[in-house]
């Protein structure tokens, strides 16, 4: 009699852009042909929707054997015994130092001693500009490179017409969600400052060298290089703005915008040519600030459930997730980047100034929020804060003494926070 | 009615057909409900971007508690899903147009020259949200692709509907099944400590919530006194450090008790916190403090409505308990010195044993006795010794820990469980009481005197395995320092067994 087949359970979150459904399955096929014996099944949820879900869930114990987790959420989940300590399976297998460092950190949060996730790709935030406006200015990429040079820039091309089109130097996101923690991050790293102390007890973001990285962002909405009226637009919508409705000259985005808008970048084949695309955008790293060159490096990492049944055919999955011809394949068609150095590599080999842009993101100035059960909640009150503040200027109401006040009112709630 | 402007009629019963085929498709996926709503609303939008072959759909769903519109899910031309992760806060402005529509104030809004439309999604007067669909660059006239959208958000309106009404009975069943196995655990037990540990695992298990802690009055004192904590990860200690005045303005908790208005917390966190009272005829027994804030779920008012029905019984159950524990305590104290009685001991001992067998631990048995008591019997009188035996357990409890369990052996001896108190540790804490004892100053009827105690103790796993083995070993050292001078501590292991 042939053995019953295990069916593994896995939760995925939709990739903006690509048909995640599908794309999973045909990935998983390569894993399948290898385990005849087990079955895998998939769902698939929005981002949005997909931390509730999960935490029904955990609280039901009612969860699949495998989750994918985005990178901020990996130390909550583990505060919640949801996911199962891999520690000794990782030290077995050897795996941790095929990843860079920055997509390992929230795998490995420092307040739980123990490895939970293993990195599956990444995200990094990039400065993505359009050539023909600089060149009008007769600018070079330098012109983005440290904080002073990148508001200058603004200032130059803010409001010059192009192909009878008037533009704003810049978009920001303006809707009330964590996409203006993403704006802000990298601008308090790279002043030196960071959302809460090093021990995550207390927060620090409303501190001098973090307040001046918010100040200066704000600073350059509050001078109208971005524009803050008119519709609220998603993250997937800003993009179209700047690459195709092209209203803007620069834009921060995560580097899944490289294979949406840039077509073929991630072509490893000999024969490959660049897109036309290629030709009119670049990609830049971050401005530089007083304290050097920092980053948002989010992306996505694979968990064991504490209540799968099948966890050693579950990590054999994830070890194929993080092999290098999985990593490859997978990244290659939904536009993430991989987490294991040796696909990084491979998939940026091409010796041209993006790629070794989006590498430098990741292995040089990658870095991802504090790894404290809490940050879920902490990061609600920070979205909160600097909404209001995007609500100030846009009343013309904004004034440094407001944005202290707030940030401080911001920094006493979440201290209360985790004084609870 | 879709316009059929720009299009030949053979062409025109053919899209109709199709549009027809794609709406009918979609309202079938919205009966599977065993497949859950999100896969109905991918497959609906998938049908609509196809017969629009437009830039993007985004279906936003109105949320009560944020008060804002979150993309549920959105799809792009020929790609698949997009999923948006937007969201956006509903007023009544004017200008905001999509909030108008939501609200329906008007019935749609275009923008961007006509490239964009939103179109409500409601049932009856029921709202639900918006589909807001990018055209992109199509030619075809704006009417013909609002009467498709329209057909659409219907569909959707509909189908929604009728599955937040089946989740919503599915979780009728669910609450009603929660709340029976709940009575049950309470009613399974009248013990305090048992009832308290049942009410704050229902919480975290039962209704769901991240974290509880549980307070209760203290009317002697006039405190609101932590008792225990318990939160989804496991933890379940006590917080009895945790002690507070009842006076108004101490924090949110006390003014919850007092009845006092309590200033909420600012911004979305406030849904993630809630406290309850526990109140039994019109009196408030504590509060529960009851906290979201790992999981960052919003507390719903349904949340609340199980609370506030759970609170109503947990109150009264905890009254039981603590009016059960006080008769219960009257027939296990010792009417003459208020510790507990022998038989209650032995119970406990029995009990202690188990557990430190459980988690591993350790457990000692003192035995202690006033040196020469007959003395005092013989000299002054009974009533002497008697208040002399008051006095020495009062002693002696002074000099124990809070978890340390005293009881009457019988005559002039006594009985103290040390539970996770280790052999190596018993040396010192036998010679801290003896010295205690001693160096106490007592006045029994205008006299005043001193006395010494003698101690035996045996510690368990190393020194005995059982209630009763425990007992003889911890009296053959009694025993053992009675002989060897008095006024000292002898250990079991100090003797051959």
Known sequence: MSKQKTTLKIWVMNNRGYDTPQITQTEIKNFLNAHPNLDVEISVFSWSQAWQRIISAIKSKETPDIFQTGTGWTVTLSTLNALMDITDRVKKAKIKEKFFPASWSSCEPKSLKGVYAIPWFVDIRVLYYRKDVLKKKGLSELCL??????????????????????ITALRVPVLKDQGLVHGVAPWIWSSGGDF?????????????????????????IQKGYAPITGRPYTSGMLADEFFLNKSCGLFFEGSWATSVYLPGFFDTSSTAKESEASEKFGIALLPSGPAGRSTFCGGSNLAISNFSNHPDEAWELIKFFSSVESQLRYCKTIGMLPSVVEALDFLLKKDNPQSRVLKDSCQKFGRDYPQVPLWASIEMIIVEELFNVLQLIKSKQYTEARLTEGLNKAAERVNYLLSL | MISKKGHSHADDVKITSRHSELLRNTAEAFQQLEQGMDYAVSVGLKNLLEDLDCHAIHLYVYHEITNFLECSQAIGGGKGIIVGDGRMPVSDKAEDKISQVYLGKQDYTLWDNDTNICVAVKRLQDRIGVLVVDRGATKRPVEEDLARIVDFANEFGLGIYNFRNYLNSERQRSRFLTFSKIWVAMASTMKYEDILSVILRSVIAELKFDRVKLFLVDKENNLLVGSLVADVRGVFQTIEQERYPLKEGVNRLVDTILGKEVPKEEGEISKLIFDMPLEVKGSRIGVMAIENIFSRRFISLEDIENIKIFANQAALTIENAQLFRKIEELSIQDGLTGVYVLRHMRQRLEEEIARADRFKENLTLMIID??????????????????????????????????????RYGGDEFLVIFPRLSQSKSTEVGARIIQAIRDAKYTIEDKKISFTVSIGMATFPDDASSKESLIKRSDEALYWAKQHGKNRVCLASEISG
Request: with cysteine.
């Open chain 1, 145 to 166: 490179s440290t904080w002073e040079s990148f508001e200058k820039t603004c200032d130059q091309i803010n409001g010059i017409e192009i192909e009878g089109k008037q």
């Open chain 1, 196 to 220: 809460l102390s090093s021990d995550g007890r207390q927060a620090t973001f409303h501190k001098r060298e973090a307040f001046e990285g918010i100040r200066y962002y704000f600073n350059l």
């Open chain 2, 370 to 407: 006033v040196d020469d008591f007959k003395k005092y019997n013989d000299t002054y009188g009974h009533p002497f010794g008697d208040k002399l035996l008051q006095q020495f357990a009062g002693a002696l409890m002074k000099n124990v820990r809070g978890v340390d369990l005293v009881g």
